[in-house]
């Protein structure tokens, strides 16, 4: 986790809960891109079927 400049063992509790809240936030910020992304491909989807003359 590389260097702990907090001082004492509260520091150390402080600086785990940090990472741990960091990775976290890394974690749903992909989930959210990829949720987002399948959202647009069916919104695509649906509006290219709506206005494919070819599909009608």
Known sequence: ??????????GDAINLVLAAA??????LLAWLALLLSAML????????????????
């Open 41 to 56: 491909m069916t919104l695509a989807a649906s509006r290219a079927s709506r206005t494919d003359p070819i599909a009608a």
């Open 22 to 27: 960091g990775y976290n936030f890394r974690r």
């Open 1 to 10: 986790m590389g260097r702990n400049h907090l001082a004492h063992a509260t």
